[in-house]
């Protein structure tokens, strides 16, 4: 049995655990890199401007492909069209 047939309720989309498993990596790092600093203030500075920030920013901009999909997705239950092959008037 391949690896991916038995994680396959894990995925919703292509990027969603990979997605995930990096930026909880990236938090790690930063969040370990701010604990060394020399004062609390540049720790947390440190971790804000390094690992949330950029962090969060990655995981909006490669969830947006997910949740068009899922939006597209509850229209269609929904019964409403999704006019995507509509032409201008």
């Known amino acids: 049995m391949p690896i991916e047939a038995?994680?396959?309720?894990?995925?919703?989309?292509?990027?969603?655990?990979?997605?995930?498993?990096?930026?909880i990596g990236w938090l790690y790092v930063t969040l370990m890199m701010a604990a060394t600093e020399s004062s609390i203030v540049a720790g947390i500075m440190s971790f804000l401007f390094y690992?949330?920030?950029?962090?969060?920013?990655?995981?909006?901009?490669?969830?947006?492909?997910?949740?068009?999909?899922?939006?597209?997705?509850a229209k269609q239950q929904a019964g409403e069209p999704d006019r995507s092959d509509t032409q201008a008037d």
């Open 51 to 73: 690992g949330l920030l950029p962090a969060a920013l990655f995981v909006w901009l490669l969830g947006t492909p997910q949740r068009r999909r899922s939006a597209m997705a």
């Open 6 to 23: 038995g994680m396959g309720f894990y995925k919703k989309g292509p990027y969603t655990v990979e997605m995930y498993i990096v930026a």
